[in-house]
């Protein structure tokens, strides 16, 4: 009876005691519903533990080695009137069954991506720093008058694109009519190419449009019958909801939206991955337009679309408003800053830049 105690007593906090050691996706499947306190005890455990180390790391950085509206260290969701939906969120971790453990999970998702965050940004400026000379030497002098702006990116865009992305900063007005007509010259200039444009602007379940700032562009385009470009939204529907991540950079107390963070961009561009993978195999030789925000987009960005297909030729163009200040202006000490258009004659410093053309126009400031 003593041993087949001790054998029970032990079989209980073995999952308890085994946590620490081992990655949670194995050991946390196998544990049963009853043991939900330990799982939530353990997840606590590394929430804190991940809390303490995103605030060592932040507050060890000088600030221009940290990325523009750095997500706070997320030691609380704001999950009022959200109804549960870390599943979808995570649907390879089913031991998540209640909200409790969903916000103890995501804090340590959010404040390990913050983590990785500081470190690649300051990688990547110390490079941006080693190559500033070399891209002042590979900057390609433009003079066109900005009427001529789609025209000459026209001729820019390699005819072999699998991937044109168009990112822009959310709100620029006239963003909408040079897309519309880029859409317009590309099908004229390929009629025999398979042509899609994929847009963050539309949830791809419903289509529905996110923003009514793009309803009429998008509608335009679709109901264009000579056209012939199928419009596919991208967006997932969780996106929707208003999940705010509270937290503090050691002084202040801040919020900021969770899709809008490192994690929250992670699920959203492998969403939209996914999509985008589906129509690469049915269609392989078609030409993918993507537009969307530009931290979806860009090279630099973390768990970008124009990183996660490196067998495919990509284009990126982003459109900034005219006094803006990029995060390649802050890398760079805004050595570029005044450029209306910004491109570089050498492939690999135009992945370092973000962009293979930067295109600054005089629109309202990007909204936040």
Request: glycine share 4%; charged share 20%.
């Amino acid at each position: 009876m003593y041993k087949k105690a001790v054998f029970l007593i032990c079989a209980f906090l073995l999952p308890v005691t085994t946590l620490h050691a081992q990655k949670a996706g194995r050991w946390l499947r196998g544990i049963s519903t009853r043991h939900q306190k330990a799982i939530t005890h353990v997840l606590q455990q590394r929430a804190d533990i991940s809390y303490k180390q995103a605030l060592s790391k932040f507050n060890r950085v000088e600030s221009r080695l940290l990325p523009r509206g750095y997500p706070v260290q997320g030691n609380f969701i704001n999950w009022e009137d959200v109804p549960f939906q870390a599943q979808d969120m995570y649907p390879t971790v089913p031991f998540l069954t209640n909200n409790e453990q969903a916000n103890l999970y995501l804090q340590r998702r959010i404040n390990r991506e913050i983590i990785k965050g500081i470190t690649s940004y300051s990688k990547l400026y110390d490079q941006t720093s080693a190559h500033l000379k070399d891209l002042e030497r590979a900057q390609l002098k433009v003079t066109h008058d900005p009427e001529e702006d789609v025209n000459w990116l026209m001729k820019q865009i390699p005819q072999n694109t699998s991937y044109l992305l168009l990112g822009e900063h959310h709100g620029m007005r006239q963003v909408l009519p040079t897309v519309s007509t880029l859409v317009r010259m590309l099908q004229r200039q390929q009629p025999e190419r398979k042509i899609f444009l994929f847009t963050e602007f539309i949830y791809h379940r419903n289509h529905l449009v996110v923003n009514d700032f793009y309803k009429n562009m998008l509608a335009d385009l679709e109901s264009d019958k000579n056209l012939n470009i199928p419009v596919i939204g991208l967006e997932t529907e969780l996106a929707d909801s208003d999940m705010n991540v509270v937290g503090t950079n050691g002084i202040f107390i801040n919020s900021t939206d969770f899709w809008a963070t490192r994690e929250g961009l992670r699920i959203r561009n492998n969403y939209w991955l996914n999509i985008l993978k589906k129509y690469q195999a049915v269609y392989p030789d078609a030409l993918f337009i993507v537009y969307g925000g530009i931290g979806h987009l860009g090279y630099t960005y973390p768990y970008s679309i124009s990183n996660l297909f490196p067998e495919q030729k990509t284009f990126v163009i982003s459109f900034t408003p005219e006094m803006y200040t990029t995060d390649f202006d802050q890398l760079t000490k805004k050595k570029f800053y005044l450029e209306r258009i910004l491109q570089f004659n050498d492939s690999k410093l135009s992945r370092l830049a973000g962009f293979d053309v930067q295109l600054r126009m005089p629109d309202i400031s990007p909204k936040p």
